[in-house]
């Protein structure tokens, strides 16, 4: 039986691939959060999946079962998705991967992976990441990058993306990344740092973060201008409310004190690799205050603003009956 169904085959020209997981490698759901802006935005059509059967233990990651129409259930399974879009406007097309990183059979699912891009003839693949660090919300998101390809790299460099020299356990990201090297497709990644006090809520400012670089590396001219504002007003509440908290408030002092004096973001490729070090955990260069009163306060915000905002659609849907 074939681990990948394909939907529709399209003719696509040498398409590129932007792809991101949830779980290990998605930090604040903020690359699988920045795949659905681009598919809220495009609309593009389902053309391929990768049948969840033989890579995950259900019992771990389990289907959810939801209502439809109020009478009859559904089950959703672990999804591993491609998108074709294509831009009359772009110089190649688009396919969207949104995925769960698989818990079983990693070298059979890169497979079936790169199976479906030697099939749409793809070009180049991106893929994006995103990291628990040290880093207070209140700096520009740091972001890194990396690829075998001496072009790739220099585009990133002069975008001032750093490259990453990362040694240690790696998840689906980077099994892909150097599947596609092997298989001589060229890829890179992009991985942003996203403050681990805030691990719990989806970082709608590291989203924008990865955006507008993927949004460059790409050349793709998309309007991001909604999203950058939504990323301003998420660090205005964040700042407020730390300011509230003396603990919390000094929490993040700390943190940008260490920024400052410890780790130059600009200046230190060595200090930024020490930040960015490992997706499983962040670094602590001394003893810092509990951020338990700012993370439970920020979840409690961010679950109010998304009720308001459903409360919101639906009188507004109401009204347009």
Excluded at 151 to 158: H, N, P, S, V
Aim: glycine letters at 4%.
């Amino acid at each position: 039986m074939s681990q990948i169904h394909y939907y529709n085959q399209p003719e696509l020209r040498e398409p590129i691939v932007v792809v991101a997981f949830g779980g290990w490698n998605d930090a604040a759901d903020s690359a699988t959060t920045a795949i659905k802006f681009l598919i809220d935005r495009w609309l593009p059509e389902k053309i391929a999946e990768i049948d969840a059967e033989d890579f995950f233990v259900f019992t771990e990651t389990r289907p959810t079962i939801k209502y439809v129409d109020g009478v009859q259930r559904s089950i959703t399974w672990p999804a591993n998705q491609f998108f074709a879009h294509a831009e009359p406007e772009f110089n190649r097309d688009v396919i969207l991967f949104l995925g769960t990183e698989p818990q079983l059979k990693w070298k059979t699912f890169c497979a079936a992976f790169l199976d479906v891009c030697k099939k749409f003839h793809v070009s180049e693949v991106v893929f994006l990441g995103a990291l628990l660090a040290d880093v207070p919300h209140s700096i520009t998101v740091p972001i890194t990058g990396a690829s075998a390809d001496n072009d790739i790299m220099e585009r990133l460099q002069e975008m001032d993306v750093n490259n990453s020299r990362y040694e240690g356990p790696t998840g689906m990201i980077g099994v892909l990344h150097d599947a596609c090297h092997r298989a001589q497709i060229s890829s890179a990644t992009l991985w942003a740092a996203a403050p681990h006090y805030l691990a719990a809520t989806p970082n709608i400012k590291v989203t924008a973060a990865l955006l507008t670089y993927l949004n460059q590396f790409l050349s793709f001219g998309l309007d991001l201008h909604e999203i950058q504002s939504e990323a301003v007003r998420f660090e205005e509440q964040v700042t407020a409310l730390v300011a509230k908290d003396p603990e919390a408030r000094e929490y993040v002092r700390r943190l940008e004190e260490q920024i400052a004096n410890g780790v130059d973001l600009d200046d230190s490729e060595e200090d930024e690799e020490e930040l960015m070090i490992d997706p499983d955990r962040s670094l602590h260069s001394g003893p810092l205050p509990s951020a338990d009163s700012l993370i439970r306060d920020v979840e409690a915000l961010l679950r109010e603003q998304r009720g308001s905002g459903q409360s919101q659609q639906s009188d507004d849907e109401e009204e347009s009956e």
